[in-house]
């Protein structure tokens, strides 16, 4: 072929690769993108009524529940409590409640400690007790703690009582009806009425707390409500667990605006199973809402939901009495003499020996919801209650477990086998525990934070395991456990948390890597050091959030800042022992020992028996090498405060350092008799002894 020819031939070539390109690139181009779409308009709440003609059975029987009942303006109708002159004395008060022109008044003490008239504007329940609330300036509602006990005469209701009536509560104390303790913006509302929008206003402390439903309404479980309204193959959200956990959870609030489908940790920050709110079995102690405790039942692992036992519209059980329990476990194994040992007649149900009830609120009693075997056992070890005692109190935990050896030939222990290692345990055990998978996850998180506590190779390595758990509150107290390691290792194990799913985990890495070397330099930190600060910024009316924001500043070396966040939260509470503590920090910290000094003379004149004030003078006067005045001062603080074990320590190791051995061991011998399992004082009195 001649050179025109191969050229001709590779044009002609090229031509038709050039028709073939064009016609691959025609028949693969996209379509031209549609024009944008508008996105739906948000959801919007309805209200119940709403869900009245397509849904009437349920709509009605949640009208006769307590969910409906949960807030009401007080009238005629829903007002249970005398206000026919009636007459109520405590603490040297007497408070009368009347009508006054269609209205309901209370004359009782308030802020001032005078006696002055206050209208009622809601009811707040309505059995076994109603509490009232009454509006103060600044949008503030606040509930008086005398109640009404609701429950018929013949059971001892139908009276007024007081809340805390083995306290003399006054309006200087911080339970006073009238002070932040009795607030229901903050305290109550988020639970008692359908999607709350708290409004407060840091600059002016005041509220303009907005509900869309002054009651627990439909759409607090199933969402906002327009779009089905709109169209009813517009689901709605089936509640859950997490659904139930905002009301029924101890927790605190990280975000407003939760219902029905979303995440119960984008929204709060739950308690696991700390001191003074359970026993170290996990049982309730203190009003823990149930959540916590059903996290530690069989049921639950087993995928048991609360609406199995719990109609959710009525919210009442869906079978009376043993007939409960017997849906799913069967009765002739169960429901006999067989099981329980008892007379066929009046035997206990099955409740009363798995979910033995708490009183709160003087007249209340809650359920424990872990629904777990009775341990008397750990009763004799541990100092637990156990169901047998309700009965049988005065042949006592020996007797009762002697009893269940002797009936089922081996001492019944269920699944939940943690209380010795949360009571007591080393950190190997607790080390243990995290690891264990047979246990359950709150249990095992639980052991994790109190690894905080005792550092060791075994809890680094749980720790490290923990942050790496798909359990969001093992991940929670994972990071918890990381506060006492140096800088450079916090921030190596907690940093991939800072990207995590769920806003209370982020939050929780974001306030545990503050001041780390290098964290804020990282995005991941700065977005989630901004979300912490708008968790605080949402509680801003409490001086908790105010002193944690300023610690947080502290510790990220923005000192003009934390000083002002930690004396805003002095402004807004004086009373506030925490924040003088911290502003202390800060002082010592800018070696500012005199203004420390200042700061906690001003707190101890407010609040002259807060031990940690006594506490953090004692320790300032140490470091002012005013010896003998700081032995008085942390030995006042041990005797204020004899449930918390580090300051008996901290006296005691300070009479040792003074030359005053024999008193030094006498003080952690005195402590040691209170809390006999704590590994500092035991270390103490080991060294000392040793001398």
């Not at 809340?163 to 200087?172: A, G």
């Not at 409004?199 to 759409?219: I, L, M, P």
Request: proline share 7%; charged share 25%; hydrophobic share 40%.
């Amino acid at each position: 072929m001649t050179r025109a020819g191969k050229i001709g031939g590779a044009l002609a070539m090229l031509a038709a690769l050039g028709a073939l390109a064009y016609h691959f690139t025609t028949a693969r181009r996209p379509a031209p993108a549609p024009a944008p779409v508008a996105a739906p308009a948000p959801a919007t709440f309805v209200g119940s009524g709403a869900c009245a003609s397509c849904h009437a059975d349920a709509y009605a029987r949640w009208q006769r529940s307590q969910h409906a009942l949960a807030m009401q303006p007080a009238s005629e109708k829903t007002v249970l409590g005398d206000f026919d002159g009636a007459r109520f004395r405590y603490a040297g008060v007497e408070s009368t409640f009347a009508r006054r022109d269609g209205r309901f008044v209370a004359r009782t003490d308030g802020a001032d400690g005078k006696l002055a008239e206050f209208e009622v504007r809601y009811t707040f329940g309505v059995y076994p007790l109603q509490q009232y609330l009454v509006a103060f300036p600044g949008g503030r509602l606040q509930a008086l703690s005398i109640a009404w006990d609701a429950r018929p005469k013949a059971e001892g209701g139908q009276r007024w009582f007081h809340l805390y009536p083995k306290e003399r509560v006054d309006f200087r104390d911080e339970l006073h009806w009238t002070r932040r303790a009795q607030n229901w913006n903050f305290m109550c509302a988020d639970c008692h009425s359908t999607d709350v929008h708290k409004n407060y206003d840091a600059a002016t402390d005041s509220f303009r707390t907005t509900w869309s439903e002054v009651s627990v309404g439909c759409e607090a479980c199933h969402g906002p409500g327009s779009r089905h309204i709109a169209d009813p193959k517009q689901p709605l959200a089936k509640p859950d667990l997490d659904t139930c956990a905002q009301c029924h959870a101890r927790r605190a609030e990280i975000a407003e605006g939760f219902h029905g489908g979303e995440r119960f940790l984008d929204h709060y920050r739950p308690s696991l199973l700390e001191p003074g709110l359970y026993w170290p079995d996990g049982q309730q102690r203190a009003e823990v809402y149930i959540w916590g405790s059903f996290l530690q039942s069989r049921m639950f692992r087993k995928g048991v939901t609360c609406g199995d036992c719990h109609e959710p519209h009525g919210a009442k059980l869906r079978a009376e009495g043993n007939a409960l329990c017997t849906r799913c476990h069967a009765p002739q194994a169960f429901d006999s003499p067989r099981h329980h040992f008892h007379p066929a007649k009046g035997a206990p149900r099955c409740v009363d020996c798995h979910m033995p009830t708490e009183l709160y609120m003087e007249v209340d009693p809650r359920r424990d919801h872990s629904l777990r075997v009775p341990r008397p056992d750990l009763s004799v070890a541990l100092g637990v209650p156990n169901a047998c005692g309700a009965c049988h109190a005065a042949k006592g935990a020996a007797w009762a477990e002697a009893a269940l050896r002797r009936w089922y030939g081996h001492r019944p222990e269920g699944l939940q086998r943690f209380a010795t290692t949360l009571a007591r345990g080393s950190s190997a055990d607790l080390a243990a525990l995290a690891a264990d998978a047979s246990q359950p996850e709150i249990a095992r998180a639980s052991a994790l934070q109190r690894l905080a506590r005792q550092p060791s190779r075994e809890g680094l390595e749980a720790i490290r395991a923990g942050l790496e758990k798909s359990d969001p509150l093992m991940r929670l107290a994972a990071l918890q456990a990381l506060r006492p390691l140096p800088p450079e290792a916090r921030l190596a194990l907690g940093k991939p948390l800072l990207g995590d799913a769920l806003l209370a985990v982020r939050v929780e890495a974001a306030s545990v890597l503050a001041g780390t070397p290098g964290a804020d330099a990282l995005p991941a930190f700065q977005r989630a050091a901004a979300e912490f600060e708008r968790v605080q910024r949402l509680n801003a009316d409490r001086p908790e959030a105010r002193a944690t924001l300023g610690a947080f500043y502290a510790a990220g070396g923005r000192d003009a800042e934390a000083e002002r966040e930690l004396r805003s939260a002095i402004a807004l509470a004086p009373d506030f022992a925490p924040a003088y503590v911290n502003l202390t920090d800060l002082f010592r910290a800018q070696g500012r020992e005199a203004d420390a000094l200042a700061a906690l003379d001003a707190g101890l004149a407010r609040e002259p028996r807060a031990a940690a004030l006594h506490y953090a003078r004692g320790l300032a006067l140490v470091r002012l090498k005013r010896g003998p005045e700081a032995l008085g001062e942390l030995r006042r603080a041990a005797q204020l405060a004899p449930q918390e074990p580090r300051f008996a320590y901290v006296y005691a190791v300070a009479l040792h350092d003074a030359g005053r051995a024999k008193e030094a061991l006498a003080e952690i011998d005195r402590a040691l008799a209170r809390h006999p399992d704590d590994m500092a004082l035991l270390a103490a009195r080991k060294a000392f002894a040793g001398r």
